[in-house]
């Protein structure tokens, strides 16, 4: 899946949003203004859902993550 694919889906939107007001609210990140002649650090979203027992889905897990290799 994909960031288009997610953004389409109200679950998926909604984890991403708990995954960004996560990183706020613990103070990992902030959005700043990009300063001339400078590269920014890439990221992805990751997906997956959360599965109970007996298959169900308990919940959708979405994670920004770095692409700190770049």
Not at 43 to 48: E, Q, S
């Amino acid at each position: 899946m994909n960031f288009e694919q997610a953004n389409e889906d109200k679950y998926w939107r909604d984890a991403m949003k708990e995954e960004y007001g996560s990183i706020m609210k613990n103070d990992i990140g902030e959005l700043i203004k990009l300063l001339k002649n400078k590269v920014p650090l890439g990221f992805k979203w990751l997906f997956k859902p959360k599965f109970n027992a007996d298959g169900s889905i308990d919940k959708y897990k979405s994670s920004l993550v770095s692409k700190g290799y770049s």
